[in-house]
Every structure is written in structure tokens, then in C-alpha cells.
């Protein structure tokens, strides 16, 4: 169980995002759980794969390696055991025995980055993606329909029913959807666990959609 006031250990495992970048990652998690999550470290995690990883075996690597909560960010491919070949190679996923999260930027970039704006938007899908998956770490649970919070976007646990466009149709439709700003449902979830009252600084606009990933390890 993690404690109000946790600290975050946000680990890059290859070299893909700056650490500028991660700063930025760790500031917006800080903000959207504002008054749960108190800071934030960074580390780096050498790595001998390249293409991908299991994503469990991932997270138990930095569960030995850095342990408590922590956020893994990876620009390898995450891959499960599912049969599914959607679901072979995930977005992130949540270690339920432990407090690690890891999340994969392999699928999130758009198809370059040459401007600011592109990088900008391949840094606003990490953020989105880390969000969901801290907020497993935090307890929260999925979406599996469409659900909005205040501000009009995607809550960031917004996960939808089934896949219907492919990957870059769901990370358009409720990827780029999500906001940072949590519903109804998950403020009250983290007001009752945490004891806080909390609201994120900071919004996003983007589109609606209503799809799904199974973007989180078994049990998750
Ligand atoms: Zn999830
Ligand atoms: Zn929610």
C-alpha cells in the first residue's frame, strides 16, 4: 500500500526521452495526484535489450533494483504472454504484487518527430499513459466505457470496451483523449484512501473517443 506523501521513482530504461522530459513527466504526476505524490526522483536504468522486453519480468528487474513506487519508462516494446496479438505488446503495465509501473513509448510516437509540436505530443501520451499507470499503483481501477471528468476530457483511467481502430486509432481516440484531470469517481476513490482533497492544476483539451486497450499486466 502506498502511503500519502510517496515519493516517485521515475526510471528511464533506454535513452529515447531526455531528462528535461522526464522532469516534465514527474511535474504533471505531482500535479494531477496534488497532495498524494509529494515528489519525484529520477534514475537510469542500463539496459542490455534493445527491441523488447517481458513486461513483468520489467518490472520485478526494478522492483530489485530500485524498489518502492516507481514509474519505468522504456522506449522498448512491452510484451505479454497474451494470445491476443493486439495485446501482445502493451502501452503499460501495473505489477500488482509490487508498487511498479512501467510504461512503453515505442507506440506513442507519431510517425516522426521533427518539430516541437510532434515531440510535444509524443511527450503529452507518455504523460497520459504514465497517469494511468501510477494510477493502478494508487489503486484506481479502469474505465471500461467512455468516462469523462469535469474539465470534458477522458479520465486518465479511461480504458473503453474493445479495440476497434488498431493501435494508432486508440492512441488518437483515447490516448490523445485523456486529460489530466481525474472523474467524479476517482477523485472520490483517492478523498476516501488518501484523505485529501485534491484537484489537478493543469488541463489538457482533446478528442472523445470510446475504445480500449488492456494496457496493464494480469490482475490489473
Ligand atoms: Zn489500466
Ligand atoms: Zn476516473
Do not use: W
Amino acid at each position: 500500500m502506498i502511503r500519502k506523501g510517496t515519493t516517485l521513482n521515475i526510471v528511464r530504461i533506454g535513452n529515447d526521452i531526455t531528462y528535461s522530459s522526464l522532469k516534465t513527466i514527474g511535474e504533471r504526476i505531482i500535479d494531477a495526484f496534488n497532495g498524494i505524490i509529494a515528489g519525484y526522483e529520477l534514475a537510469h536504468h542500463e539496459t542490455p535489450f534493445v527491441e523488447s522486453i517481458d513486461a513483468q519480468l520489467l518490472t520485478m528487474i526494478l522492483q530489485q533494483e530500485i524498489g518502492g513506487h516507481t514509474l519505468g519508462i522504456t522506449d522498448a516494446d512491452l510484451k505479454t504472454g497474451d494470445r491476443d496479438e493486439f495485446y501482445q505488446t502493451i502501452f503499460g503495465g501495473k505489477n500488482p504484487k509490487n508498487d511498479v509501473a512501467v510504461v512503453s513509448t515505442r507506440k506513442l510516437a507519431p510517425k516522426q518527430i521533427t518539430t516541437t509540436r510532434e515531440y510535444e505530443l509524443f511527450l503529452d501520451r507518455t504523460i497520459k499513459v504514465s497517469l494511468h499507470e501510477v494510477g493502478h499503483n494508487l489503486g484506481l481501477t479502469d474505465h471500461a466505457v467512455y468516462r469523462a471528468a469535469p474539465d470534458g476530457t477522458l479520465c486518465p483511467m479511461s480504458r473503453g470496451e474493445y479495440n476497434k481502430f488498431g493501435t494508432a486509432g486508440y492512441v488518437r481516440a483515447i490516448i490523445d483523449g485523456r486529460g489530466l484531470m481525474f472523474c467524479d469517481e476517482c477523485t472520490h476513490f483517492l478523498q476516501q484512501v488518501y484523505g485529501v482533497r485534491f484537484r489537478a492544476k493543469r488541463c489538457v483539451n482533446g478528442p472523445r473517443g470510446r475504445l480500449e486497450d488492456r494496457n496493464h499486466l494480469s490482475g490489473c
